[in-house]
C-alpha cells in the first residue's frame, strides 16, 4: 500500500507542474493514471483494514480472468470500413484551402499537408491555436465542414470577427459535407478567447488589481495574433480604423477612492530611430473630472518585447465609472495586448 500511495502523490504532483497539462486546459484525459493510482490505493487500504472473505476473493479473481480474456478478443470493424487516412487524402485535393470545423472534424484535415491544408474549429468550439486561425482564414480557398457543427450552409455567417459569404454549392468529399466561402469587407468586434486564465501570466505587485486584456477592452474590428505577446493576441492601434487596426483602445471601470498605478503593455509594431515624438496619449477621467494626459514617446516602448508604461494617479472620491483611453498620434502603429490596474 506504501508504493502505491507514493506512487498517487508523485502523478499528482507531476500533473499539476506540467506546463503541458495547462496549456490544454486541464483535460480529464491527462489524470487518467490518477484516477487508476487512487482506485488502487483505496483498495489497498480496505484490505489492510478489512480482510476479505475467501468467497469474494474467488470472484474477484474469475472477474480478472474475464477481463484478461476479453482483452485478447479482436476488435470487430467491417470490412467496408473506409480508413480515416484515405478520407484526408481525398481533402487534400483542395490545397492550397483554409478549413473552418468542428473540432473533432476539422484539425484531422491538415495531418497530411499542414502547410497547404490549414484548418481550424469554428470561434466557438475549443481552438487551439490564433495563428492557425489567421493563417487559415488568410488561405486563397475556404471552405466550411457542416458535419457535427451546421445543419445547412448559409449564404452568410460570422466567424472570428470576419463576415463570410457563401460561394458555389456544397459537395460531398472525404465523407463531410463541404462549401466553400469567401471572406467578405464587413466585420465586428472580436477577440479570441484566453487560452490560459490571464490572471496566472501576470505578475502583480499587490492583490488588489483590476487585469484588462483584450476580452474586456473596447476597440475597432478584431485582434490579431502576436507571438510577442504572451496572451498571443494584441490589438494594433493606428493612424486608422479598419477590420484590425483601431485608433483608441478604451477600458471602463469603477475604482474606489485611493492611489493607482496604471501599467499599459505597448510594443511597437517596427523598430525606428528614437526622434523624441510621441506616438500615443493616454487620457484617465472620471465622471466629471479628467485625472491626467499622459503623451508616450517612442523612446519609451520598443519593438522586440512588450513595455510596460507606468502611471500613477490618485482618484479622490469614488467614481461610478473611470474611462481610460488610449489614442494614436503619430503615423506609427503600437501593439497593445493588457491594461493592468493595481492599488498602491
Not at 473506409?82 to 473540432?103: F, M
Not at 486564465?197 to 484588462?212: E, G, M, V
Request: charged share 20%; aromatic share 12%; proline share 3%.
Amino acid at each position: 500500500m506504501r508504493v502505491m500511495l507514493i506512487n498517487t502523490c508523485l502523478t499528482l504532483v507531476t500533473l499539476f507542474t506540467f506546463n503541458w497539462v495547462l496549456l490544454n486546459e486541464m483535460g480529464r484525459r491527462y489524470f487518467s493514471c490518477l484516477f487508476i493510482s487512487v482506485v488502487l490505493t483505496t483498495l489497498s487500504f480496505l484490505d489492510g483494514q478489512f480482510p476479505i472473505r475467501q468467497r469474494y476473493k474467488i470472484v474477484v479473481l474469475i472477474l480478472v480472468v474475464l477481463s484478461m480474456a476479453s482483452a485478447l478478443e479482436n476488435f470487430y470493424y467491417p470490412s467496408t470500413k473506409k480508413a480515416k487516412i484515405d478520407y484526408v487524402k481525398e481533402i487534400n485535393t483542395l490545397e492550397p484551402a483554409g478549413i473552418i470545423g468542428d473540432y473533432w472534424n476539422s484539425y484531422v484535415y491538415s495531418s497530411l499537408d499542414p502547410r497547404d491544408i490549414v484548418t481550424t474549429p469554428h470561434d466557438n468550439s475549443i481552438y487551439r491555436n490564433i495563428k492557425l486561425v489567421e493563417m487559415a482564414l488568410s488561405q486563397p480557398n475556404l471552405y466550411l465542414v457542416k458535419d457535427m457543427w451546421l445543419t445547412e450552409f448559409p449564404d452568410t455567417i460570422r466567424q472570428f470577427g470576419r463576415h463570410l459569404i457563401r460561394s458555389g454549392q456544397s459537395f460531398h468529399l472525404g465523407d463531410s459535407d463541404f462549401c466553400r466561402y469567401q471572406v467578405g469587407t464587413n466585420f465586428y468586434n472580436f477577440s479570441y478567447r484566453p487560452f490560459i486564465p490571464t490572471s496566472l501570466l501576470i505578475k502583480a505587485r499587490s492583490n488588489s488589481r483590476h487585469i484588462l486584456d483584450a476580452t474586456k477592452l473596447q476597440f475597432n474590428g478584431y485582434t490579431v495574433y502576436d507571438s510577442l505577446s504572451s496572451l498571443k493576441q494584441t490589438i494594433q492601434l493606428a493612424p486608422y480604423s479598419d477590420a484590425n487596426h483601431s485608433t483608441s483602445v478604451i477600458a471602463k471601470l469603477d475604482l474606489n477612492k485611493g492611489k493607482y498605478s496604471v501599467l499599459l503593455n505597448l510594443r511597437l509594431a517596427e523598430p525606428m530611430m528614437d526622434t523624441g515624438e510621441q506616438v500615443h496619449s493616454c487620457t484617465i477621467s472620471g465622471q466629471a473630472d479628467t485625472y491626467l494626459i499622459k503623451n508616450i514617446e517612442e523612446s519609451e516602448l520598443r519593438s522586440s518585447e512588450y513595455s510596460k508604461v507606468s502611471i500613477d494617479i490618485e482618484i479622490k472620491r469614488s467614481e461610478d465609472q473611470i474611462k481610460i483611453e488610449l489614442g494614436n498620434c503619430q503615423s506609427t502603429t503600437v501593439f497593445c495586448d493588457l491594461i493592468l490596474i493595481e492599488q498602491i
